[in-house]
Nanobody, 114 residues
Framework: QVQLVESGGGLVQPGGSLRLSCAVS????????MGWYRQAPGKQRDLVAS???????NYADSVKGRFTISRDNAKKLMYLEMNSLKPEETAVYSC????????WGQGTQVTVSS
């Protein structure tokens, strides 16, 4: 069973920045396309950003130019750098494969509020 552990969330003011981390227990991490997802209360979980095994990236239109996804295959880690955060981006952020086939981790709460 692959374990996903997200961290780095917290309370940030509008316009602020956060860097999220995702630790993956799978030894085959480097072979998978990965993504960051977010789910706001009462809403569906959406894919925010994805990164292929060779490092190619894709972003939801709403975060282009503000979020950056990256990965460190040697450490089995994935990151999401988030800048210019908006209140409507308050959500639980989670990582998984793209498409998501593993059981979800606990996620990390991001709250954007003044």
């Amino acid at each position: 069973q692959v374990q996903l552990v997200e961290s780095g969330g917290g309370l940030v003011q509008p316009g602020g920045s956060l860097r999220l981390s995702c630790a993956v227990s799978s030894r085959l991490f480097s072979t998978y396309a990965m993504g960051w997802y977010r789910q706001a209360p009462g809403k569906q979980r959406d894919l925010v950003a994805s990164i292929s095994r060779d490092g190619s990236t894709n972003y939801a239109d709403s975060v282009k130019g503000r979020f950056t996804i990256s990965r460190d295959n040697a450490k089995k880690l994935m990151y999401l750098e988030m800048n210019s955060l908006k209140p409507e981006e308050t959500a639980v952020y989670s990582c998984n494969r793209v498409p998501p086939t593993w059981s979800w981790g606990q996620g990390t709460q991001v709250t954007v509020s003044s």
